[in-house]
């Protein structure tokens, strides 16, 4: 059986598979494998990152909670310049509820 290596572990002659075997065998099919299939994968990965950040970067609405660690102050802080109407807010029902968008242009002016 062979030995798990990690990357950055040295390999020694006495773990590598010996050529003609069947772990050997293996290894080389492995190998082959990722080979082809490593650069779709990598663009596949790729992909998805790129469309997750674009997704994070909407307009969506955040809780009091997100706004107050956007702009690195405590809650309570965040309800005060709600009520004296120092902070862009917009009310849902009993919430308050903060764009990141708004938020980033009040901080830009303050």
């Given at each position: 059986?062979m030995?798990k290596?990690?990357?950055?572990?040295a390999k020694?002659?006495s773990d590598?598979?010996?050529?003609?075997?069947?772990?050997?065998?293996?290894?080389q099919?492995?190998?082959?494998?990722?080979?082809?299939?490593?650069?779709?994968l990598?663009?596949?990965?790729?992909?998805?990152?790129?469309?997750?950040?674009?997704?994070?970067?909407?307009?969506?609405?955040?809780?009091?909670d997100q706004?107050?660690?956007?702009i690195?102050k405590?809650?309570?802080?965040?309800?005060s310049?709600?009520?004296?109407?120092?902070i862009?807010?917009h009310k849902?029902g009993?919430?308050?509820i903060?764009f990141r968008?708004?938020?980033?242009?009040?901080?830009?002016?303050?």
């Amino acid at each position: 059986m062979m030995k798990k290596l990690f990357p950055n572990q040295a390999k020694s002659t006495s773990d590598l598979p010996v050529e003609g075997s069947f772990d050997y065998f293996i290894q080389q099919a492995v190998e082959k494998a990722l080979m082809n299939v490593s650069e779709p994968l990598l663009e596949s990965v790729v992909d998805r990152i790129i469309a997750r950040k674009m997704t994070e970067n909407k307009d969506e609405p955040l809780t009091i909670d997100q706004a107050a660690e956007l702009i690195h102050k405590k809650k309570q802080t965040i309800y005060s310049y709600c009520s004296s109407g120092k902070i862009p807010f917009h009310k849902n029902g009993n919430h308050n509820i903060f764009f990141r968008s708004e938020l980033v242009e009040w901080l830009k002016a303050n």
